[in-house]
């Protein structure tokens, strides 16, 4: 309950928090580098240099400010004016480390604002592997406002969740029939009731709060499709594959920031984005940290710290008797939760949260995109091993995972940060966007959306300066826009892992002794607050960032047009399944596709 006060408190005083925390970067003493505006817009090459992690912020800023004199103020005319359709002088150019979703929605606000933009990405090819990432109601105002034809072919392939029933149930008292019931406090009184479901998650009542599209998830090898084909409509050769950013040296104010690639050439430009995940490369320099080095006991690495959880995952074609009543489920219990939800053309994917220790390494892990690894017992069932920590839970848990092929598990211990109070998400010319400065919990969904936030926050505010001299002032305003309220979504997020696993327990009834623990009584006593208070407030802040604004109504209408495909494509689906001819495969195939690209 402290944790909540401390929340409302820094919910309450928010506003002037923003600034306060914002730190000065705007140093006095500045080397100017003369770049003749023939040649602006064009890479150039420079010798290599050595490169010393920075470690300036706030603090060193201050001190270095009141000591060192200032130079002459230079005049306005010394910067190079920036165009926009209608403006004179030449396109900002920008450079982006990273090709995932923050990095490719960046570049395709900014080349719709008519940046010069290049994208640098570690991969040699783009590849369909990766699971579904959820969308919620704010991201999806994002995705309309930033590009109408970008969110209508991504509506083609979405798959609702947040139209129907999601929540929570009880993982020992569900019955195993995945039946629908009502979450009332009826079975106090009534031994008879059902008491599989604990609470309801408000989705869709919050996104009608505002008249948003619902939540919902997207293949990644669709969404990556679509937004690499939205950039290349404006700029073909806007990607260079196989070829990421190490490192950086920025120039001062008004005179860009120079990239090394991996292949030792250095490319010019104005800003450099680090969109290149949480173990970013842009961000160990900036803040002085060693790319993915842990702790001996690995409860830290590259400044994350260990959330205290790891997570199994799989991907399973299932019909259920609530497929087409349930988007996703939260099943809890002592010390681990189980989640199922639809992913579309009758998938369902599930995650097993434990409390483990770190490194506790039993399925490979090809997460978020990424290739996937071996596995370090091949001969090791991971379905048994996974319904093995589930012993005495539902059969509702047993079926989906019976019905999971073993080599689609994967596993990841699960790293997080603090909110970057004290630090900038901006120096010089160089700033930080996504996981790569603020990564989350997925409890939440929110990580993608959030990154989705920055890179439309981060076009808008620089679509408004004129001339080179404003840049670092605006990554300055971009970090006091985000801070506040990405801050709020991290701790959100963390909050909802440590509640769930730390503080709740199978409910307390007076019907069975199945929840008799304090955390018992504990979950029992929360369960109003949760239903009526917390949960209500909760998703009416993740969504009251909607740049859209009201979209009357469309949400209706696209719930409508989607349930009939959705119902079709899952009939197929399960049909196909049953003859075992099924054309959509689990996860794995995402992986061997990959593995066949790279042959």
């Not at 500045?30 to 090459?45: D, E, G, N, V």
């Not at 002459?72 to 982006?96: F, T």
């Not at 604990?198 to 919050?206: A, W, Y």
Request: aromatic residues 12%.
């Amino acid at each position: 309950m402290t944790r909540f006060v401390g929340l409302a408190v820094f919910l309450a005083t928010s506003s002037p928090f923003s600034s306060a925390f914002a730190p000065n970067t705007q140093h006095r003493r500045q080397t100017f580098l003369s770049i003749p505006s023939s040649s602006a817009s064009s890479s150039i090459k420079t010798k290599s240099t050595t490169i010393t992690p920075n470690t300036n912020h706030a603090a060193l800023s201050m001190v270095a400010n009141a000591v060192v004199e200032s130079p002459p103020q230079q005049q306005d005319d010394d910067y190079e004016l920036l165009s926009l359709p209608a403006r004179p002088g030449r396109p900002l150019k920008i450079a982006i480390a990273g090709g995932g979703v923050g990095g490719l929605m960046t570049a395709l606000c900014m080349l719709k604002k008519g940046f010069d933009v290049t994208v640098y990405e570690k991969t040699a090819a783009f590849a369909r592997f990766g699971g579904p990432i959820q969308f919620a109601s704010n991201a999806l105002s994002v995705l309309k406002e930033a590009d109408e034809t970008l969110f209508n072919r991504i509506m083609e392939k979405f798959t609702f969740t947040g139209t129907r029933a999601c929540g929570i149930k009880d993982g020992l008292r569900a019955d195993g029939n995945f039946r629908m019931t009502n979450d009332s406090l009826d079975y106090l009184f009534n031994k008879d009731a059902p008491a599989d479901w604990f609470v309801k998650f408000p989705l869709k009542g919050c996104a009608d709060l505002y008249d948003l599209p619902y939540t919902g998830v997207i293949d990644r090898p669709d969404l990556q499709e679509i937004l690499i084909d939205e950039c290349r409509k404006i700029k073909p050769d806007f990607i260079q594959n196989g070829n990421p950013v190490e490192s950086y040296v920025s120039h001062g104010k008004g005179k860009g920031v120079t990239v090394t690639l991996a292949d030792g050439a250095d490319e010019k430009a104005d800003i450099l984005v680090g969109a290149d995940g949480i173990w970013s490369a842009v961000r160990a320099q900036m803040y002085g940290e060693e790319i993915k080095k842990s702790s001996t006991n690995l409860l830290r690495r590259q400044g994350c710290n260990y959330s205290g959880y790891t997570v199994f995952a799989g991907e399973t074609i299932i019909s259920t008797p609530d497929y087409y009543e349930t988007g996703y489920k939260v099943y809890i219990g002592p010390q681990r939760y189980f989640v199922t939800s639809d992913v579309g053309d009758g998938r369902i994917q599930w995650y097993a949260f434990f409390a483990l220790p770190p490194g506790s390494k039993r399925a490979p892990s090809g997460w978020g995109g990424s290739e996937r690894e071996e596995q370090a017992n091949p001969t090791e069932n991971l379905v048994d091993y996974v319904k093995s920590l589930h012993e005495g839970w539902t059969d509702e848990i047993m079926t989906v995972l019976d019905a999971t092929p073993p080599e689609s598990v994967e596993q990841r211990d699960l790293y997080d940060r603090s909110p970057e109070l004290l630090r900038s998400w901006a120096d010089g010319n160089v700033v930080l966007i996504g996981d790569a400065v603020h990564p989350m919990m997925p409890n939440l969904g929110q990580g993608g959306c959030q990154a989705l936030e920055d890179a439309y926050v981060l076009s808008e505010t620089l679509a408004g300066i004129k001339t080179t001299k404003k840049v670092q002032q605006s990554l300055q305003e971009f970090y006091r826009k985000r801070i506040v309220r990405v801050s709020i979504v991290q701790l959100l997020s963390r909050l909802a892992s440590d509640l769930i696993i730390n503080a709740f327990d199978t409910p307390w009834s007076p019907h069975d002794d199945k929840g008799q623990s304090w955390k018992s009584y504990l979950t029992f006593f929360w369960k109003p607050l949760l239903q009526y208070v917390i949960f209500p407030a909760q998703f009416a802040y993740l969504y009251s960032y909607y740049p859209s604004g009201s979209m009357e109504d469309l949400p209706k209408a696209l719930e409508e047009t989607w349930k009939s495909k959705h119902f079709e494509g899952a009939e197929k689906a399960f049909q196909e399944a049953a003859s075992g001819q099924s054309s959509k495969a689990p996860a794995a195939s995402f992986f061997k596709i990959a593995e066949e690209a790279k042959a």
